[in-house]
């Protein structure tokens, strides 16, 4: 490889620190009394059958004794141990004086190498340390399978790494050929499986020398099932052949405890949409003015939509979540002209027994009535007791007022980004806005008021949320007052007084963000986003072509930029789909020339930079995605230096070593550390 990263000699020399280590390591079996508290793993002492045995039996009765130098104990097992290729029942795992017994319980398929996969399950029994990346390898047939290939899983949208992901190889002989609709996942059980690390790195082993179709799983439920909508999933578009992947490095991570290596597969995971068929699966009336149709699938297509008792034009239909499927109906009608059960029907597309989207007709009839609280039966025979003792004394009696129960999330005190004015919801939605009887009023510092102009603007989706904007002035306090029943809902409640006093951001306590767009495609749009140091989105810009970009009022404090590039021009990223074979929407973390992807900002400061997106979103390469991870391993090495620095530890000054387990120096990884430089997929033969 002609790239050479400025970390690789440090990979050597941990790896060398770490062979010896190992070395050293059949020394220090115990630690004395009243000496430093134990950090090392178990060892392995005993193997029966040894790891890598061949000729094994296919009956499911197989039992394996793993013994260590201590008594060991199970964590997480659920989580942390799995078999390549799955078994239909999982082995059973029990503790044995200082070891552990497996008990196979499946029948196995003949000439099946296998591998049993630990993770970090086993520890020892006083302090809990792990053996990490335990693995015992075995073969029904009279060779073990010893191809090998590594690869990154990074989440497709926050361009971060995606830990612990499963990876699933399927034989490209044993499923369909895919043209353009895979269903590999739903249809096979993959032979070989593998899992991502914490960094999202992993090492696929003992594959054969056979086109692969790949998949990155990040099994949530720990079911060994790919469930759409629930689990991220990465594809490769191509098979892969083991034997015919380039060379690649691997070096024992001494401060993550995990073999980790350069990686030849990348997947940009996403999050897939399940399909549902179209259904109205419930109707409710929470409340007298509201009713609620839940839909199985997104985006409902109604016909028609008509109740006896309302006419159309007062039946309001609100979207309540991103896909549609669930529609808020509110009825803009006096409380005492609602019936307590409304009836009708309505018309929309359901998907029949074929799943073809045909008119469906359903009766609705949508049943209400008022409940009453125990506080509010408590506040009424109160009242009704001090009726009838101002009756009895002759006197006369008014009911006190009550207090409106029109609800808003207006702010008594707000500080405005006057780019973004001020949003506001209400419990319903509005249908009258006085705004001749609303006053907004700007108090300068030399005690002088002016008016100034509000407007009550409508969010496009929300019936119910709103924009309050004006020509916001940094100069100033803004005061803006609503009096009584300025504003009134469709259940006909009006407003109880308001005041709330507003200031205005002032630049100079932000900084200001200057990008200099450069592209030569000038069809693809892209979404720039400013995050905070923690990846949280503060501020994005969309629709983003060649030339300067500003984004104003950013926090004070360290931010990076998150690029989408939105191919389709429709002002959002799209997620990918995997049975149409759609890779998501590409998204990046921008870094400069030195690799840094965090930028300090201070208050009235301009920052300028420039964004290439041809670099930026270049193809993807074995030698780019490591130079990408040896940067941010640097960038992860110094801070973790400076926090050692700031608790006063030195470098280096551990007296542990985690990375010995007994019987191949990375988990079963091959013949050891030996060969861990410089590695071919058909290394590692045993």
Partial sequence: MSYKSPITLLRTAVALLFMTAFLCRCATVGTPSGGPKDSLPPVIVNLTPDNFSTNRPLTGHDRILIEFDEFVQIKDQQKEFFTSPAMKKKPLITLKGKGIVVQLRDTLAPNQTYALNFGGAIRDNNEGNPLNAMRYVFSTGPEIDSMIVSGYTADSYKADSVSKSFIWFFAADSVEQVIDHDSTLFKYKPNAIARAENNGIFIAQNLKPIPYRVYAIQDKNDNQMYEPSVDQVGFLGETINPAEQPDFAIWYDSLRFYPSAEPQLYFRMFTDRAFRRQVLQESTRPLQHKAELFFASERPEILRLKFDSIPSDSVLIEPVTQGHDTLNLWFNMRPESLPDTIKGEMIYLKHDTANILRPDTVALKLSWRKIESKEEEKERERLERERKKAEAAGETWEEPKKASPFKHNIPERADINPEKHLWVDFDYPLTKIDSSKILLTRTLEDGSVEDRTLHFVRDTFGLRRYQLRSDWQTEGTYTLTIPEGALENVAGEKNDS?????????????????????????????????????????????????????????????????????????????????????????????????????????????????????????????????????????????????????????????????????????????????????????????
């Fill in 498 to 686: 308001l005041v709330a006093n507003f200031t205005v951001y002032n630049p100079e306590k932000y900084a200001t963000l200057v990008l200099t767009i450069q592209s030569s495609d000038p069809s693809t749009s892209y979404i720039i986003q400013q995050l905070d140091q923690g990846g949280k989105m503060q501020q994005e810009k969309r629709n983003v072509k060649a030339g300067k970009v500003q984004i104003n009022y950013v926090q004070v404090g360290e931010i990076q930029i998150r690029v989408v590039e939105d191919r389709n021009s429709n002002g959002k990223w799209d997620t990918g789909n995997v049975v149409e074979m759609r890779q998501p929407e590409r998204t990046e973390i921008f870094a400069d020339e030195e690799g840094e992807t965090l930028f300090a900002t201070k208050a009235n400061w301009e920052i300028e930079l420039t964004i290439d997106m041809d670099k930026l979103f270049a193809p993807v390469t074995m030698q780019s995605l490591q130079q990408m991870l040896d940067e941010r391993e640097l960038r992860r090495l110094e801070r973790e230096a400076e926090k050692r620095l700031r608790e006063g530890k030195k470098p280096g000054n551990d007296n542990h070593n985690h990375g010995s387990n007994g019987f191949g120096s990375m988990g079963g990884l091959g013949g050891g550390l030996s060969s861990s430089m410089d590695m071919t997929g058909g290394m590692f033969n045993r």
